[in-house]
């Protein structure tokens, strides 16, 4: 983890696994004049796999302007690699929507490291289908959207929803929303929206999973942090972690401790993601962190 | 946690809940003499629930023999109150026997710990549908036993350990014995067969949890301990636990982290099984540790 | 843990321990009418030592008034036992002020969680010896007092802080609060001052407890929350707890993992202390949660 | 982590950060037909610092032997980045001798893991001040001697330790081993002499940690493996982790839960070491992991 500095651009790569492609990549940065100073690769098998890079390297000093690189880059490494690969700027924070129903942990937690400086985005909207949190909302000094959702109005109200989100979304922050999107909308933002799951994933999919915690009597309550996809509960998992629960906790209690869980595990998740950490891969995520 | 002194006994008790109950149960161990060192209630709801109880009570001071006291608290204390309760004395620990296939490091770890005066049970024997671990194991001048399983003696070879464990044992751990036991053979020992699941259930129940774990890409992983029942990986959970894993770590480093929390997790679960601080009620646990 | 109703009560004690405390307390309780529906227990040594006790009782059904329950209490059980004790009632939450500076971490964690009822306290003001926080905390209804203080005016600012807190102060919270106390101050609330410190203790004591982390190359960063006595980070501790670090992680992120462990740590504090579940003896705690 | 090939070498460099470092490393290995398969780096600083960097390459296609190839990198790149470095090969494992005292825990769990596959080193000896764990040794078919030590034999008691280490110890791990060695003994094995402290350090330096931690009340202990210096207690840092407590816990079982920390941390910090993951730079470790 590094702190936000202006001058910091990022590149993520996926591509297939092949000698040479460390080379590759961090010449063409040095010949341009450009300091790496963060370096991180996986593969995904020792011979014939995914090979997975992320760098940060600083830009006072390329003898390129962006454009120019991006194309020089696309040319002589991104293409031979047959890489898919993107390029970010620490000095334009992605565009960040956060959806929200009636319960307000996961997003105080988001909007006050945000305010905090924690947050690498511009937060860009609040919508959610209940008007409850508006104030607190605009207290952040951030647009609170009121998009109320039906059976019957849900098409509608998910097109409202991608109108108010064009052009001001880089990703979407599900932040306790509690309707399920259809996959015409998830299809708009592939691994670009952040759900936060109430329990550890795969045990206990679906509804009151504290309440099927209980009736198990695990000894450990977790939440997910996951990309949404037209899989309900079965997205590329970000991040997850629990909380030891005896059988002295009452169900309120459990759910105060879940809420804690919650916003924490979201909280790294979409920090990671804003910092351009994560890639996902047949279903799951390399998070470099 | 206490040390265990030849003169600490203790009382577990579960019956419906009632006022006075704590008042009976302290007052009839101080006017026989006894004193209480340790004392833990639950009560499963705030009226109409369920009552549970685990005390250590001394005896050097008791005006009464165990026979006598034992039948003085039934008439006194447990019948009024529909008590089920048993009481135990550290100084005559329980009997326990030992099931294993091939993989050693949960047996080794509850042996090691054994040795080490960390596990108040007299080890009757080990047992494993294999020849491979008799030397591991009679290096700890515990007796061996091997009975082989096919799935066409799979009714014999249970005969055989039952014959073997006959009298010999007030608790069975499956070290990861690698059979699954007969509802038949289960009814022998209801909740005082401890298994060992690797995995963090309920997630990844059945086969190949590791290998499950891998592909849903999780962020942790788990294992659990839990007492055997008819249902198979449903039995009420005693302890769990788990470990962070990320994308780097290889199939061969997943499980050697897994073997390190199997063995911790069955290690904590059986120890408390020893020293009854284990209560079962519909299908959950309550554990006074 | 146990949700707050208004019906609950709680007695903590603390007395040599004797044989026959149990049996006397819960005799007690059960003869005047009264449910016992949660009961710890602790003696510091197997003989001679001290005894301590936490029970929550029902008050329903009561035989006696608030006042004739207590004398009666008292006269039949805490004379003869020669105990020091407190009884509570969750109808009547304590006051308590906070004491800040300018980060704001610690404070708005408390703050938020009392608005979601899960600090069963009445909070009276904020104190700070900065103007900074006043918006901040207006916004949550509370008062706001800006107290400055210099080296030279140390006396009376305290003098005007003990004046501002007289009668509003059951519990004082230093969320961050730069000035050291002078043990004047400390004891006019003793046992009642908690106190949040950015180490493990007693590591790093002193100043700059992260810099100081950073330079020993430790791997694990912590806090502790502690009850303030007038030896400087020497107070029983309550809460600690730690977070792993690396290499990686430069001095800003350091501090923002040490803040988010600090603010959970004193609110996990504050809120055992707010429940009567913490007692002192001998410059330490024991916590029953 | 990876499981060891044999054709695994593993690349260790310390040196002053400067722009074109990952290009010139990458290219070299690159153009010599060695595929890199795992690259780990670390700068101090922003600008200025100390460049660190692990990279683990394979050796099947390399166009030059060893030898050739250590000169060629000697000359082309270590050489012009003035780079401390040293290459080794998972095929010739390093050569470990232990030395430990009269508890076992800490050694019983290297031997164990040893025999598991899970150590890739050659132990080549155990070394103890006491006769106790001879049999406990030749177990594992590992050559035992003992040493004794008096405050006036200790002198040639080092001398004879040296004797039996020479060309026989590569990494020299005290399992608990219960006398300070000298300044001079501790520089024949700079950063390769590895002890497990029973601290959280640097808490509770000095003798009776757990003594120490009990009487603070503090509510985690831990344990600390570093490299041994001249100052005790003072080296360089390698891992550390902590376990929660209570008052319930007396000194037997403290010690008991500090000891499964300590083999845990030990076994960890010993791991890494072997896998060239550790680099010590002004007192610090930088660990890739």
Same mark, same amino acid.
């Given at each position: 983890m590094t702190t936000y500095e202006d001058t910091t651009a990022r590149l993520l790569v996926k591509c297939p696994d092949k000698p040479g492609l460390v080379a590759a990549v961090s010449s063409f940065f040095f010949h341009h004049g450009s300091n790496i100073t963060a370096f991180d690769q996986h593969s995904s098998a020792a011979e014939g796999g995914t090979f997975f890079l992320r760098l940060e390297f600083q830009t006072p000093h390329l003898d390129l302007g962006r454009a120019h690189l991006e *194309? %020089?880059?696309? =040319?002589?490494?991104? &293409?031979?690699?047959n890489m898919d690969y993107r390029i970010s700027y620490a000095a334009e924070p992605k565009k960040m929507a956060l959806l929200v129903s009636k319960v307000d942990h996961a $997003?105080?937690?988001?909007?006050? *490291?945000?305010?905090?400086?924690?947050?690498? &985005?511009?937060?860009t909207m609040v919508i959610s289908n209940h008007p409850d949190l508006r104030a607190a909302v605009e207290a952040f000094d951030v647009p609170f959207h009121h998009?109320?959702?039906?059976?019957?109005?849900?098409?509608?109200?998910?097109? *409202?929803i991608l109108g108010l989100l064009e052009g001001q979304a880089d990703v979407v922050v599900?932040?306790?929303?509690? =309707?399920?999107?259809?996959g015409e909308f998830v299809?708009?933002?592939?691994?670009?929206i952040v759900n936060i799951h109430h329990s550890f994933l795969p045990a206990f999919i679906g509804a009151n999973p504290y309440r099927q915690a209980a009736e198990r009597g695990v000894k450990l309550?977790?939440?997910? %942090?996951?990309?949404?996809?037209?899989?309900?509960?079965?997205?590329?998992?970000i991040e997850q972690d629990v909380i030891r629960v005896t059988?002295?906790?009452?169900?309120?209690?459990?759910?105060?401790?879940?809420?804690?869980?919650? *916003?924490?595990? $979201?909280?790294?998740?979409?920090?990671?993601?804003?910092?351009?950490?994560?890639?996902?891969?047949?279903?799951?995520?390399?998070?470099?962190?």
């Open positions: *194309r %020089a880059f696309a =040319q002589a490494v991104a &293409a031979p690699y $997003l105080q937690e988001i909007l006050w *490291r945000w305010t905090r400086g924690e947050m690498p &985005a511009e937060i998009v109320p959702v039906t059976k019957e109005t849900k098409r509608e109200a998910e097109d *409202r599900l932040a306790r929303y509690m =309707q399920i999107l259809t299809k708009h933002y592939p691994n670009r309550i977790g939440a997910t %942090a996951h990309y949404v996809t037209e899989d309900l509960d079965m997205g590329p998992i059988h002295r906790l009452d169900v309120a209690t459990l759910k105060e401790l879940g809420c804690d869980i919650e *916003r924490n595990v $979201l909280a790294r998740a979409v920090k990671w993601h804003l910092e351009d950490r994560v890639l996902v891969h047949e279903g799951k995520t390399v998070v470099f962190n």
